[in-house]
């Protein structure tokens, strides 16, 4: 079919550029949607398979390991077998995978299902910006974004009300059946609105599948001794997958070192505000995960909320964040982020310990509403500087790449910390069936959650810096051709996945500033993916930086530079020469 406007030509007013938006933003909502109703359906899930705590954790943390582990890979698929096809295939694999989900007789085939689940979600998540990136005019991008990232924010804000509805009424199963329709109307329209691009074949690199595999078996091989510990102590079936799993990790990080195109680049890591950064990443999203996993299961099962009620009593957070994350990013720009980083992280583990007077006959009002709002401030606060900084501590050509790990590690740590905390608490395998022996372990694992936040608070007021160093002009660069053959016996290999110009400094390599284009941020899960944008006034002497979409200039192809998914893979698309033939 002839597409009325070519890739990087539609306009987002345009009817093709509505129906594009709505592709992606139903794409990213099945994955966003599922981030958070799941939660609220665990009680329900474990009393109708007869499960476990244990079993719980990895209906959570099957869908975190297959995603965390792969949604970097993801990207670069896109980017080299269609951006289009790739979104396509997450977003059947997610549906189907669903549906397994939905029909699942025991607790092994929801979890190995939920773990599929995963595997689309790294497809379809990256994929529905990369769309974005690849389809629009280069001066519609940002408002494309926006809108995507805000549409996005209002999916996960309503995720657990729409899941305590479904499972209050119709049941657990439809938390997951809810996708197929989704993705029912998502598919055609993205074949017939949504055009094809792919990468331009110059600059095709190889993918780290090893460094994928590596990754997911190590945290697999945590995840497991973790969640197992409990019921089965320090017996060699906890030990030998615990032990197994940190010497993958060990593996994982000489593959990257070693690798030309490595998808986790350990040039990045030099960047000291990049690696500060991911560290107080780690930090709030474990807790922020292990939080939520617990606290909802702690309104219903101790504080007698049905599915609903529960669901919707954790809404505070969430519209608070879609309201004044916009802000708040303004204002992390104003004072820069080492204040936000510092305070945020301290008002929320402030309401993660007064949650523990949320206990049986709690009055919502008065025990666990002001528990939500200083949480919810307190993720204001620091979310959407978060995400500002990790962007702004790298050169814009790899800002999305940035993006990626950053996204990457929160899940990571997420993951850990739904497998670690109940055995930090002291939670039995039955814990959750009784609310006595709930409610002691909940209120034993708050403070947890409040001292990783303290490390993280602690981590940004010692090693963020307040604003990045100022860019370093750039020395004057040779010829792309003179470039290519001086650089050929030292980087023979490099293009490809995530290789290319490695970083000095923040902004030393092009002296182009970096800001979000997401202005809305309401994950709590994960930071928001977001491509980044090179700031309008470029510093003195550095020239003036590509805008996103445009063509980096002669030689970008060889750079294996992030392709549109913010993630490795390819250069940023121009208006021609990289539609689908």
């Known amino acids: 079919m002839t597409m009325p406007s070519p890739p990087g030509g539609v306009r987002l007013v345009s009817p093709q550029g509505r129906w594009v938006l709505l592709t992606a933003v139903l794409g990213s909502g099945m994955a966003m949607l599922d981030s958070t109703v799941v939660n609220v359906a665990l009680p329900h899930i474990g009393d109708d398979l007869h499960a476990d705590l244990g079993v719980l954790q ?58 599929l689940q995963g595997i689309g979600g790294a497809l379809l998540t990256p994929g529905s910006l990369a769309l974005i990136q690849a389809v629009f005019r280069p001066d519609d991008r940002a408002r494309a974004v926006g809108a995507w990232s805000g549409l996005g924010g209002v999916a996960t804000a309503i995720g657990p009300f729409v899941g305590g509805w479904l499972v209050d009424g119709a049941g657990w199963r439809w938390v997951f059946f809810l996708n197929v329709p989704l993705a029912l109307v998502c598919v055609p329209i993205a074949l017939r609105c949504v055009p094809e691009t792919r990468e331009r074949a110059a600059a095709r690199g190889g993918f780290d599948v090893a460094g994928a595999v590596l990754g997911a078996l190590a945290l697999g091989g945590v995840t497991y001794a973790l969640i197992a510990a409990p019921e089965r102590g320090l017996s060699a079936g906890v030990v030998v997958p615990g032990v197994a799993g940190l010497l993958l990790g060990v593996a994982f990080v000489e593959v990257e070192r070693r690798r030309a195109a490595p998808m986790l680049p350990p040039q990045l890591f030099t960047v000291r505000q990049f690696s500060a950064v991911n560290a107080v990443t780690v930090c709030v999203y474990a807790a922020f995960s292990g939080f939520f996993f617990l606290a909802v299961v702690q309104l219903q099962v101790v504080g007698g909320y049905s599915a609903l009620a529960a669901g919707t009593a954790l809404l505070p957070t969430t519209v608070l964040m879609l309201l004044l994350s916009a802000r708040s990013g303004e204002l992390g720009q104003r004072i820069g982020p080492r204040i936000p980083l510092t305070v945020g992280p301290l008002l929320c583990a402030v309401g993660m310990l007064l949650m523990t007077r949320a206990g049986p006959g709690a009055s919502y009002v008065v025990d666990v509403l002001p528990a939500l709002v200083v949480l919810g401030a307190g993720m204001v606060t620091l979310v959407a500087p978060l995400t500002a900084t990790v962007l702004a501590s790298v050169d814009v050509d790899r800002a999305g790449l940035a993006s990626g790990i950053n996204n990457a590690a929160a899940r990571a740590a997420g993951l850990v910390a739904i497998a670690a905390l109940p055995l930090l608490a002291g939670m039995g395998p039955q814990a959750y069936r009784s609310a006595d022996a709930f409610d002691a372990a909940f209120r034993r694992a708050m403070p947890w959650c409040a001292g990783v936040l303290l490390v993280g608070s602690v981590i940004a007021g010692l090693t963020v810096r307040t604003a ?17 053959a001086a650089a050929a016996p030292e980087a023979a290999g490099a293009a490809g996945a995530a290789g290319g110009a490695s970083v000095v400094h923040e902004g030393a390599r092009h002296g182009a500033p970096c800001h979000p284009e997401c202005t809305y941020h309401c994950g709590v899960g994960a930071p928001p993916l977001d491509p980044g944008d090179a700031a309008t006034e470029p510093p003195a002497g550095a020239g003036t930086p590509p805008g996103p979409g445009v063509s980096p200039g002669p030689g970008a192809e060889a750079s294996g530079l992030p392709g549109p998914s913010g993630l490795p893979g390819a250069e940023r698309p121009g208006p021609e020469g990289d539609r689908e033939p």
């Not at 970097?72 to 189907?96: E, K, M, P, Q, T």
């Open 58 to 115: 990895w209906t959570i943390t099957a869908y975190m390991l297959t995603l965390a582990s792969l949604i970097l890979l993801g990207g670069a698929l896109g980017d080299r077998y269609g951006r289009r096809r790739i979104f396509l295939v997450g977003v059947v694999w997610f549906a189907v995978a669903s549906l397994l989900c939905g029909l699942a007789p025991t607790s092994g085939v929801l979890i190995a299902a939920r773990a």
């Open 468 to 484: 990045p160093p100022a860019p370093a002009v750039p020395e004057e660069q040779p010829e792309p051709a003179e470039r290519a």
